[in-house]
């Protein structure tokens, strides 16, 4: 009887020590890493315009207006405005995020593909090879513009941006300064950007 009683005692003692010690280890892990929260921020269908589509959408030498700042730093969304036309809808009043790309790009849902009649692939943001096209429009002050995009509608892929430092701090992986696939978060693929100056950013802004 006495044996049972030493054994469950020393059962709970080391039980309880191994919780004590995984408690240890794991405020140890936090003071040395820091805060690991990343901001989640749900992203609405969105345009990146090309400065040759800016100016047959708005005007020769139109330079896209900022309206406020995004959370990665260097991209605002824009007072600009387009309507996206596909075969099957269209949509209005679509947001214009600057600034100026090198091509024009159009990102949209899944569900928003359907309604345009567009089979947009799941892609990163600025990979629009063998991505569909789609027409643009715009009416401002009695002027009207209207672009035919050849590629560029896209579903971007879930995906972070972050600052190196936070890369570094989180354990991910990637190339500083550009846009690269990290380190999988789970079984969908999280690709992740890095630079000096960028934010955590998942996927993008509600505009």
């Known amino acids: 009887m006495n044996t049972l009683v030493?054994?469950?005692?020393?059962?709970?003692?080391?039980?309880?020590?191994?919780?004590?010690?995984?408690?240890?280890?794991?405020s140890s892990t936090e003071a040395e890493c820091g805060n690991k929260e990343i901001p989640i921020e749900a992203s609405a269908r969105h345009v990146h315009l090309c400065q040759k589509d800016v100016e047959a959408l708005f005007g020769a030498g139109h330079q896209?207006?900022?309206?406020?700042e995004l959370s990665q730093p260097g991209q605002f969304l824009c007072e600009e405005r387009v309507?996206?036309?596909g075969p099957k809808g269209t949509f209005e009043k679509v947001a214009v995020l600057g600034p100026a790309r090198?091509?024009?790009?159009?990102?949209?849902?899944?569900?928003?593909?359907?309604?345009?009649?567009?089979?947009?692939?799941l892609k990163e943001s600025g990979d629009i090879a063998g991505s569909p096209g789609?027409?643009?429009?715009?009416?401002v002050d009695n002027k009207q513009g209207m672009v035919q995009l050849h590629k560029g509608v896209i579903s971007a892929r879930n995906h972070i941006h972050m600052t190196?430092?936070?890369?570094?701090?989180?354990?991910?992986e990637g190339q500083a300064g550009s846009r690269c696939s990290g380190r999988n978060?789970?079984?969908?693929?999280?690709?992740?950007?890095?630079?000096?100056?960028?934010r955590q950013f998942f996927p993008g802004n509600a505009y």
Request: one cysteine or more; aromatic letters at 4%.
């Open 102 to 121: 090198p091509e024009s790009q159009v990102e949209i849902s899944r569900t928003d593909a359907r309604q345009l009649g567009v089979n947009a692939p």
């Open 6 to 26: 030493n054994e469950e005692l020393l059962k709970q003692i080391v039980d309880q020590v191994i919780v004590e010690c995984a408690a240890q280890t794991l």
């Open 83 to 85: 309507t996206v036309i």
């Open 64 to 68: 896209l207006t900022p309206v406020r």
């Open 164 to 172: 190196t430092a936070d890369a570094l701090r989180l354990g991910g």
């Open 134 to 139: 789609i027409f643009l429009y715009s009416s």
């Open 185 to 198: 978060r789970s079984s969908d693929d999280f690709p992740s950007g890095s630079g000096p100056g960028k």
